[in-house]
């Protein structure tokens, strides 16, 4: 498996890598490089009545995923990056310190994503665009492992729809609670 990543991996260097991009993809990992982007879209939407429970949903997803991501799987599953495996890839971006699976940028973009999706908000829509994007600058940049990526966005979803869920829950006991 690690064979065909590598293979996946070297291929975006030798096929995609252009000036633009070495500008661009440092950019665009670093809008999410502790979910700044996300973080700071659910602070905006908390503050307006009208958009709070999409804040709410959205928070509390972004939540499930560093308890998840960062706190459990990560320490747990202790995978090496591809740059520490090919240390003759040109990184970028500074080696992450951290464990490379999953990839914590994957799933706070889709957690985000399924957030926005499963609360009824049109943002889903470019916040999608962008989290392909976050996640195929993590590949470009040679920090994660094409299954890093995946395994992320495949939790991010399940965290979004699963926070979306548990918020609703609690705010209906709260609203009985009043």
Not at 20 to 38: K, N, R, T, Y
Request: hydrophobic share 55%; glycine share 6%; charged share 15%.
């Amino acid at each position: 498996m690690q064979t065909l990543e590598l293979t996946i991996l070297n291929w975006i260097q030798a096929q995609c890598r252009s000036g633009f991009l070495d500008a661009l993809m440092p950019a665009v990992s670093a809008l999410c490089a502790h979910g700044e982007i996300w973080i700071v879209l659910a602070a905006v939407l908390l503050i307006f009545p009208r958009t709070r429970r999409v804040g709410g949903i959205l928070a509390a997803a972004l939540i499930l995923d560093v308890i998840c991501c960062n706190g459990i799987l990560k320490p747990l599953i202790a995978r090496v990056r591809p740059c520490d495996v090919n240390p003759a890839a040109e990184l970028l971006v500074r080696r992450p310190s951290d464990w490379s699976f999953p990839s914590g940028h994957a799933a706070s973009s889709f957690a985000a994503t399924a957030a926005l999706y499963a609360a009824g908000c049109r943002g889903w829509i470019p916040a999608f665009a962008l989290s392909l994007l976050i996640c195929f600058s993590r590949l470009y940049l040679y920090v994660h492992w094409p299954s890093d990526v995946l395994a992320g966005a495949i939790l991010g979803v399940v965290l979004g729809f699963l926070a979306q869920k548990l918020y609703d829950k609690v705010a209906k006991k709260m609203k009985k609670t009043l």
